[in-house]
T-cell receptor, first 111, second 113 residues
């Protein structure tokens, strides 16, 4: 019930491509869905987040698409750059309860 | 500068020794968390504390202990009972108001020889 399933585990795209990372959840009480970006040897940092009352949120080249009925959400990176190479984690939480993280997607953007 | 500090960045210990990882925050956040990160397994919650002098076990608490005597500090002790302690340890905090954003420290890489 508390799991967040993330796919794919790894992803390689050419510069300018649009990598898409998908997550699925079961707990319908979740009300906050963030994405974190982590560079090697560093702590994760919040990239973008969405509430379940909207279907899409865009910040710069990063977009979250949210499908409440399917209990799925995804991260799209437009015009990807080599500097976007990192590990991306989706997550979900209910109120101020503990956060449940996906298993991560390692993205490599090739010049 | 506000933020979360973890020390040391790298830590080496012999098998059978207890070791304590430091986590300090000056963000005035109520909640603090410890995660363990292993390749391909994401972030697994060890312990968390939502208020001073109170903490709860996470998903993988066996072999670990914590204390929360001050709002700013949440040290993690890796005991000799932890069977596979070599990992990257991340501390985080959150304000428990507004969004539930987690603010992470830079991490401590523990290697047990």
């Amino acid at each position: 019930q508390q799991q967040v399933k993330q796919s794919p585990q790894s992803l390689i795209v050419q510069k300018g491509g649009i990598p898409i990372i998908n997550c699925a959840y079961e707990n319908t009480a979740f009300d906050y869905f963030p994405w974190y970006q982590q560079f090697p040897g560093k702590g994760p940092a919040l990239l973008i987040a969405i509430r379940p009352d909207v279907s899409e949120k865009k910040e710069g080249r990063f977009t979250i698409s949210f499908n409440k009925s399917a209990k799925q959400f995804s991260l799209h990176i437009m015009d990807s750059q080599p500097g976007d190479s990192a590990t991306y984690f989706c997550a979900a939480s209910e109120g101020y309860q503990k956060v449940t993280f996906g298993t991560g997607t390692k993205l490599q953007v090739i010049p | 500068d506000g933020g979360i500090t973890q020390s040391p960045k790298y830590l080496f210990r012999k098998e059978g020794q207890n070791v304590t990882l430091s986590c300090e925050q000056n963000l005035n956040h109520d909640a603090m968390y410890w995660y363990r990160q292993d390749p391909g397994q994401g972030l697994r919650l060890i312990y968390y504390s939502q208020i001073v002098n109170d903490f709860q076990k996470g998903d993988i608490a066996e072999g670990y202990s914590v204390s929360r005597e001050k709002k700013e500090s949440f040290p993690l002790t890796v005991t000799s009972a932890q069977k596979n302690p070599t990992a990257f340890y991340l501390c985080a905090s959150s304000p428990r108001q507004g969004t539930n954003e987690q603010f992470f420290g830079p991490g401590t890489r523990l290697t047990v020889l």
